[in-house]
Each structure stands twice: as C-alpha cells, then as structure tokens.
C-alpha cells in the first residue's frame, strides 16, 4: 500500500520567503502527482498536475518537481504571500486509486 | 460552470439512522470519487467508481455503499451511521489527470 508522508506539518514563513514543501512516497508505480491547495472549511483546489513521465511543472510563483526513483516531490512557492497561506496536499495516482499525504499547513506573515 | 457539487453540506444525525449525501458532476467524467478527511490522517479513499455500474472499495469502504446508476451522480450511503463515521467528507470527479473536489459534507453522528 502506498504511503505518503509530507514534512513539515506546519510551517510558518516572512511574506516574500521562498519555500519548499515535501512530499515523501513508499511506491514508485505512480501513475501522476498532484498538489492541492486546501483552505479552511473549503474543498480542495488543483496546483499543480505532474505525470509520472515529467520532472516538473511550473505555475506561475509554484513549481513542482517529481524524482520517482527517490520517492519525493516538492512544492516550491517563490515570493510567498499571505494569500498563500493554507493547507497543501499531495496526491498520489496509482491508475486506479488515489492517496493523499496529511498536508503542510502555511502561514505567511505580513 | 464546471463543477462537482455535494449535499447536504452540513448534517447532525443520531446512530443507527440511515442517510445518503448526494454528489453530481456536470464535466460528463467517467471517475468519480469519495474521501473522507480526519486530522492526523489526511484524505482517504472510501469507494471510487471508474464508470457507470463499475464501483470500487477504497482504503476504507467499511460501513460505506455507493451506486453509480448514472454518470453525474455518485451517492454515499450509511446504512447504519456510528460516531466514528463522524467526518468530513468530499466527493471528487477526475478526467486527464486532474481531481475536482466538492466543497465537502460536515458529517457528526451522535
């Protein structure tokens, strides 16, 4: 069974601090990855998308990067903002099903 | 507007009183989804449904049915309802690798 693990759980920044999140995973047969962004009391928003054949994906302020062979991928924000704090997640494909690690949660300070 | 939607989004029911929590998709997407969020456990995968009549368990399809009569809707069930199904519930669509999310069903059982 697939396990993710994200670390920190909680991370607190400076505005305009650039940062990076992980996303640690058991099982290198991931069909893609993806990184949500969770606010509080809401659903989940899609970041990020990275299909298992790609080493990243950028996004304006976010880049994703995928080493499946280690197991890891990141989230990096450049010049963090404090309409980027919330909760992130990370998602793992295996084709049929679908496993999330427990998030960092975000604050940015003014 | 693209979108997956979930009702009710907030319910108190008492033990033992059967409910069903709705979902709907209008992306005419053949996989659908339900999770339930606790904290310190992240998203986890209850039951999935790759296509009309096709349902799936999850991680943790106990005390949970689903059926899948159509393709835009995909309703959970608890036959028998128990505080430990207290939860935050999601319903998801996906197509070419990206998850939608519905806002989320607060679900306490007393």
């Known amino acids: 069974k697939q396990e993710v693990t994200q670390i920190p759980a909680a991370l607190s920044v400076p505005e305009g601090e650039n940062l990076v999140l992980n996303c640690s995973f058991t099982?290198?047969?991931?069909?893609?990855l993806q990184w949500f962004r969770q606010d509080p009391g809401k659903g989940l928003t899609s970041l990020l998308l990275i299909q298992s054949s790609q080493r990243e994906q950028t996004s304006g302020r976010l880049n994703a990067s995928l080493d499946k062979s280690s197991g890891r991928s990141t989230l990096y924000i450049a010049a963090s903002q404090p309409g980027d704090s919330a909760t992130y997640l990370c998602a793992l494909n295996t084709g049929n099903q679908f496993y999330f690690g427990t998030g960092t949660s975000l604050t940015v300070i003014p | 507007e693209a979108q997956v939607t979930q009702n009710p989004r907030y319910l108190i029911t008492v033990t033992g009183k059967k409910l069903t929590v709705t979902c709907s998709q209008n992306m005419n997407h053949e996989y659908m989804s339900w999770y339930r969020q606790d904290p310190g456990l992240g998203l986890r995968q209850i039951y999935y449904s790759m296509n009309v009549e096709v349902t799936d368990k999850g991680d943790v399809p106990e005390g949970y049915k689903v059926s899948r009569k159509e393709k835009r809707n995909f309703p959970l069930i608890l036959e028998s309802p128990s505080p430990n199904q207290t939860s935050l519930y999601f319903c998801?669509?996906?197509?070419?690798?990206?998850?939608?999310f519905g806002p989320g069903t607060r679900l306490t059982v007393l």
């Open positions: 998801a669509s996906y197509s070419l690798g990206i998850q939608f």
């Open positions: 099982d290198s047969a991931i069909y893609n």
